[in-house]
């Protein structure tokens, strides 16, 4: 089993970044999917969730209506289109795999992690 994320890098503050995770070893459309960032010295946090089919997703408030997430299961990746990058969410971004949708929501251990991507927001 594999998630690799991608797309991280420095951008400055109102810029834009697309994260990807590509799975494989495992049924990807069989899984919800998130995204997590942990900030440095900060705990990990649930940044965005989205259901198997994708017709369901959850977003933190701190991100509402900046990032997207989305999924294609036909390529067994899952994207996270961030726009409007502020200081504040610079953070090493994980995917995480899930049986159940409300692993994400409820912090229930287990599933499948990748090794992250580095975001990094400044002028």
């Known amino acids: 089993v594999q998630l690799v994320e991608s797309g991280g890098g420095l951008v400055q503050p109102g810029g834009s970044l697309r994260l990807s995770c590509v799975a494989s070893?495992?049924?990807?459309?069989?899984?919800?999917m998130a995204w997590y960032r942990q900030p440095p010295g900060k705990e990990r946090e649930l940044v965005a969730a989205?259901?198997?089919?994708?017709?369901?997703?959850h977003y933190v408030d701190a991100v509402k209506g900046r990032f997207t997430i989305a999924r294609d299961n036909a390529k067994s990746t899952l994207h996270l289109q961030m726009n409007s990058l502020r200081p504040e969410d610079t953070a090493l971004y994980y995917c995480?795999?899930?049986?159940?949708?409300?692993?994400?929501?409820?912090?229930?251990?287990?599933?499948?992690w990748g090794q992250g991507t580095q975001v990094t927001v400044s002028e």
């Open positions: 989205i259901t198997k089919g994708g017709g369901r997703t």
């Open positions: 995480r795999a899930a049986e159940y949708y409300t692993d994400f929501l409820y912090a229930v251990p287990g599933g499948y």
């Open positions: 070893g495992f049924t990807f459309s069989s899984y919800d």
